[in-house]
């Protein structure tokens, strides 16, 4: 599964493009999420050269921080599964939506 298409990739901002964006009013633009344990990525911001990610991440700890999609990709779980992109997921602001209703797969 291709985690970043170049569509999805137009529609987020560049690394460090929201720093003066409040946490709540910050665009949840993609999630991905491992199939096999409850860890979910939310991106906020992206480098293409770098695919480095900037976004919300819920997993033992809920925080936010920067992650590698490149690491993401290289991951491989049970029967070779892998992380994956949800594709029903609608962009929305982080502060529009609780953690529990995130937990839950929104």
Known sequence: MQLMTKTIQRTI???YGTE???LEDKMLRAKLFCPWNNAKWF??????KTKECFGFVMGSVNEWGYFS????EKIKGQWGMQIERDYHFE????GS???EKMEMGL
């Not at 999609?69 to 993401?72: A, D, G, N």
């Not at 962009?91 to 982080?94: A, G, H, N, Q």
Request: aromatic share 14%; charged share 20%; net charge negative.
């Open 13 to 15: 901002p560049f690394l």
């Open 20 to 22: 003066n964006v409040p």
């Open 43 to 48: 991106i906020t911001e992206f480098d293409p």
């Open 69 to 72: 999609l490149t690491e993401l």
């Open 91 to 94: 962009p929305r602001k982080f």
């Open 97 to 99: 939506v609780s953690i």
